[in-house]
């Protein structure tokens, strides 16, 4: 996707090799990013996404709302 080549040539890759130490396992995060295209129907990638450190692909508003929906509706759910 656009934003991630524009955030890969920021230094956001090096930044994020480093954070994983540098092993290579790491890189192949990079294919995951491109796939925001096909996210926007499957919303239920949003929660994964939200932890992203470099706020890639960042959900919208709706994601996040559906998301927080669905959160409190299992926090209060019974067990």
Do not use: I, V
Not at 49 to 58: C, I, K, R
């Amino acid at each position: 996707s656009q934003k991630f080549k524009q955030w890969k040539e920021a230094g956001g890759y090096e930044e994020l090799q480093q954070s994983l130490g540098g092993s290579d396992s790491g890189s192949d995060s990079d294919s995951g990013s491109d796939s925001d295209s096909s996210r926007t129907e499957d919303s239920t990638d949003t929660p994964s996404d939200s932890s992203n450190p470099f706020g890639l692909a960042a959900p919208s508003s709706q994601e996040k709302q559906d998301y927080k929906k669905r959160h409190t509706e299992m926090m209060e759910r019974p067990s």
